[in-house]
């Protein structure tokens, strides 16, 4: 006879979830670069429309300001997405802890972040999926609107 306990999910491995997390910093990686390809031609755009309107200057300037979110955003996302490739391969959570300390040593975590389990740092990692899509559907939204008002 199964039990409640029985008919639970098992949890994700470590690896699994790493896995998943690196593909969608994959995905996040494909969104900055339409995002920094839109940018490039809203700022052309701008530039050519400048001249007629002062609406065009300014909406350059957001595509610039914002194409500058998503350079740094391209670092971030591929940092991490090296570093959930390397833990799906060794799949121990034990690399954790080794991981903390050379963030902490190279300064790039502060100290009250460590010792956070895969599944929070998955889940925080995550939230860059979202933000590359929203700065993505920006840059599409400056482009046309530098080509409606054209």
């Known amino acids: 006879m199964l039990t409640e306990a029985d008919s639970r999910p098992e949890p994700a491995s470590d690896a699994w979830m790493a896995r998943i997390t690196a593909g969608a910093m994959h995905a996040a990686a494909r969104l900055n670069g339409a995002g920094l390809v839109l940018a490039m031609a809203n700022l052309l755009l701008a530039g050519l429309f400048?001249?007629?309107?002062?609406?065009?200057?300014?909406?350059?300037?957001?595509?610039?300001?914002?194409?500058a979110a998503q350079l740094w955003l391209v670092v971030r996302v591929e940092l991490d997405r090296r570093l959930f490739e390397a833990l799906a391969v060794s799949g121990d959570a034990a690399d954790l802890g080794a991981l903390d300390h050379a963030l902490s040593t190279l300064g790039w975590q502060a100290p009250g972040r460590s010792g956070r389990s895969l599944a929070e740092r998955s889940r925080a990692t995550l939230r860059f999926l979202k933000f590359a899509g929203s700065l993505a559907a920006v840059q599409l939204l400056l482009a046309l609107l530098l080509l409606l008002l054209r």
């Open 50 to 67: 400048a001249p007629a309107a002062l609406v065009y200057l300014i909406l350059g300037l957001v595509a610039a300001v914002v194409g």
